[in-house]
Nanobody, 121 residues
Framework: QVQLVESGGGLVQAGGSLRLSCAASGRFYSINTMGWYRQAPGKQRELVAFITNGGATNYRDSVKGRFTISRDNAKNTVSLQMNSLKPEDTAAYYC???????????????WGQGTQVTVSS
């Protein structure tokens, strides 16, 4: 019941910045956690960062100090500000949401279609 749409990807030179956004829509009671994953060609998908309903955040070590995740609960959006980008950040970035359709409902997962981030040397 939750659809996620990412935007903001593109081509940037090393050291540059990009801001990714993800908008959630559909029918749900609560989105508990939202996060960003990324996957480079031929590699496994990996968690980049996540943020809870209450605003607690967590980042993978390689992006700490460079990336900032935030969310707007009123707008049902999550963003990822990426600064000091490196070529190794090149990947398709996917928005993820864990949500419920009722208070006692089973937690479900939704994924966005992905947005490409390419960082040139």
């Amino acid at each position: 019941q939750v659809q996620l749409v990412e935007s903001g990807g593109g081509l940037v030179q090393a050291g540059g910045s990009l801001r990714l956004s993800c908008a959630a829509s559909g029918r749900f009671y609560s989105i508990n956690t939202m996060g960003w994953y990324r996957q480079a060609p031929g590699k496994q998908r990996e968690l980049v960062a996540f943020i809870t309903n209450g605003g607690a955040t967590n980042y993978r070590d390689s992006v700490k100090g460079r990336f900032t995740i935030s969310r707007d609960n009123a707008k049902n959006t999550v963003s990822l500000q990426m600064n000091s980008l490196k070529p190794e950040d090149t990947a398709a970035y996917y928005c993820n949401a864990n949500y419920q359709t009722s208070y006692a409902g089973v937690r479900q997962i939704s994924w966005g279609q992905g947005t490409q981030v390419t960082v040139s040397s």
